[in-house]
Structures are given as structure tokens and as C-alpha cells.
């Protein structure tokens, strides 16, 4: 992501079962892992499945209802974390959730096809991830002492942050409201970064620079975490009935 040598105030996220992210620049640079469980993933929602086919990847609301489209084009046979992203934000925005995470559908459920559809508890492991995740970032961003306003860009890693619409993940809280025009996906930086790492003298000297000018930031030892943690379950402007 070339964080390190920019004067901008960057953040770098990779969202997976844990959510690893940087916030800094060429100065000085925070990190922190938050632990966002295997939802965003596909895994403990009901009818969750990785990004493959049969996997609804993308949800959108139109006249009221709503319509997915599907990896490979078949039949869906689950949702993946992208499609789960979507399914939140258009419920929000149907108002068939409130800003605590309750469904106000009448049976209960948000049916995204005639087979397929969230429950609550499915929304409850949403908002635990979406938690955690944006708690870690707002909390970053106060170790650094400035407003998620002054943060430049967003670069989102790894197959997931390619796939996931920014619009949903900001309308859902997953990422903040403020970053939403901000966010570009740079696919698996993980990987390249490594490359970059193995093939040549300058990128060893190069991680070894980063690791002196970064600090690791511990979430769960911060006395605000919990009530951070706590805050940002919630959706932004919900029905709250």
C-alpha cells in the first residue's frame, strides 16, 4: 500500500476472521487485530458459504423488494460475506431493521429467495463482527490523536475487500460513514507484500524500517474498548421501535 512512505494519513484493512489494519504514514504508524469472527466470512450464518458458486455475492433493494445475483449465475444455494454486507444495508434501508439489530419483519426473517434467508441471530453475528472491526478503527484513530475526517485514503486487502460494495460496509457501520468516498481495494497485499520481502535486500531493510516506526495497539486492554465495542453494534439510523 505504500503507507509508509506517504505524508497522507492512510488506513489499510484486511477483513477476514480477524480484522488486521494499519492507520499512520511515513512518521509513525499504528496497528491492531480485532477479532470479527467468521460471519463476513460466510460461516455461522445460517445459510452462509464462501465466495463460490451458488453463493449470492450481491443483494440490492428495488421497489421494495429485494433482488441478488449469484456466483455462476445458478440456482443460490447460500450467501457469502459480500452478499451478507448487501443484505444487512438493504434491510436497513427497507426498514425492516432497527438500530439495535432487531428484525421488524412479521414472521421474523429477511427472505432473500424463496429457500434463503437471515434470522436474527445471523444479524447478531453481523453486528459482532461490524463491531469489533470499526471499534478497532475508531480507536486507532484516537491513539493517533486525530478525527476519522483527516484520514486520506482507504485501502481495503485481500479477496474480500475486492468484493465487498463500500456503500453497503459504510451503510452498516462495518467502516465508517466518513471514510465511504475514500475506500479502494488493492486485492491480496499480504501476498505481494511478501514478494516484495523475499525478492530483494531493499524490502527486508524496508520491514524492517516499518516495524520500528509502528505500534502494535492491544484493543482489549483499552478501558474505552468495551463501550466502543458496545457503541458500534448498532446500526446508524434505524427505526429504533
Known amino acids: 500500500a505504500d503507507m509508509d512512505r506517504r505524508h497522507e494519513m492512510t488506513l489499510l484493512v484486511d477483513i477476514g476472521t480477524n480484522g488486521e489494519m494499519v492507520l499512520g504514514n511515513r512518521e509513525k504508524m499504528i496497528a491492531c487485530s480485532a477479532a470479527a469472527g467468521s460471519a463476513l466470512e460466510g460461516a455461522g450464518i445460517r445459510f452462509g458459504?464462501?465466495?463460490?458458486?451458488?453463493?449470492?455475492?450481491?443483494?440490492?433493494?428495488e421497489g421494495g423488494t429485494l433482488h441478488c445475483t449469484v456466483i455462476g449465475g445458478g440456482k443460490a444455494e447460500g450467501i457469502c460475506g459480500s452478499g451478507l454486507i448487501d443484505a444487512v444495508a438493504a434491510a436497513l434501508d427497507a426498514g425492516w431493521l432497527n438500530a439495535r439489530g432487531k428484525i421488524l419483519?412479521?414472521?421474523?426473517?429477511?427472505?432473500?429467495?424463496?429457500?434463503?434467508?437471515?434470522?436474527?441471530?445471523?444479524?447478531r453475528q453481523v453486528q459482532l463482527a461490524k463491531g469489533a472491526i470499526a471499534a478497532g478503527i475508531r480507536l486507532m484513530a484516537d491513539a493517533m490523536s486525530i478525527s476519522l475526517s483527516e484520514v486520506n485514503a482507504v485501502y481495503l486487502a485481500g479477496a474480500f475487500g475486492c468484493y465487498m460494495d463500500p456503500r453497503s460496509a459504510c451503510r452498516i457501520g462495518l467502516l465508517p460513514k466518513e471514510l465511504e468516498d475514500k475506500?479502494?481495494?488493492?486485492?491480496?497485499?499480504?501476498?505481494q507484500g511478501a514478494n516484495i520481502l523475499a525478492c530483494s535486500r531493499e524490502g527486508e531493510k524496508r520491514v524492517e524500517q516499518i516495524l520500528a516506526r509502528t505500534e502494535a495497539l492491544e484493543?482489549?486492554?483499552?478501558p474505552g474498548f468495551p463501550r466502543c465495542f458496545a457503541k458500534n453494534m448498532r446500526f446508524a439510523d434505524g427505526n429504533m421501535d
Open 49 to 61: 458459504m464462501g465466495g463460490r458458486d451458488g453463493a449470492i455475492d450481491h443483494v440490492y433493494l
Open 183 to 191: 475506500i479502494t481495494a488493492i486485492g491480496n497485499a499480504a501476498r
Open 105 to 123: 419483519t412479521g414472521d421474523g426473517l429477511i427472505h432473500l429467495t424463496e429457500d434463503i434467508f437471515l434470522d436474527q441471530e445471523d444479524i
Open 219 to 222: 484493543l482489549s486492554t483499552l
